[in-house]
């Protein structure tokens, strides 16, 4: 069973950080292209940033672009997104999910039996 479990939410000011981890088991960890998605209340999901499983790719978000870094250990199974000079309009609940584009441009997940999340994490930014 596939399993992906988000860490390290929390509540900071406007310009503090935090650092979210994602401990996937279940599956082939270091072969597998990882996604970082975030969803507003009330709003759609959104991709923020995607690593390929050398890390030699990695997409961001332009909204996120110089204020987030994604990274990886494939020995320990783990996804990483180091968030910098947050912004309150980075609130939102932050979860961690397998392939390159797991989210459909509706907003929605792609349910297909390459798509896995998890939980989610909340990230809450105040003034």
């Not at 999901?45 to 987030?68: A, Q």
Request: charged share 20%; net charge positive; hydrophobic share 30%.
């Amino acid at each position: 069973e596939v399993r992906l479990e988000e860490s390290g939410g929390g509540s900071v000011q406007v310009g503090g950080s935090l650092r979210l981890s994602c401990k996937g088991s279940g599956f082939t960890f270091a072969s597998t292209t990882m996604t970082w998605v975030r969803q507003v209340a009330g709003k759609g999901l959104e991709r923020v940033s995607s690593i390929k499983p050398d890390s030699n790719l990695i997409y961001y978000k332009d909204s996120v672009k110089g204020r987030f870094t994604t990274s990886r250990d494939n020995t320990k199974n783990t996804l990483y997104l180091q968030m910098n000079r947050l912004k309150t309009e980075d609130t939102a609940v932050y979860y961690c999910a397998t392939s390159w584009l797991p989210v459909r441009d509706d907003g929605q997940w792609y349910t297909t039996s390459d798509t896995h999340w998890g939980q989610g994490t909340q990230v809450t930014v105040s003034p």
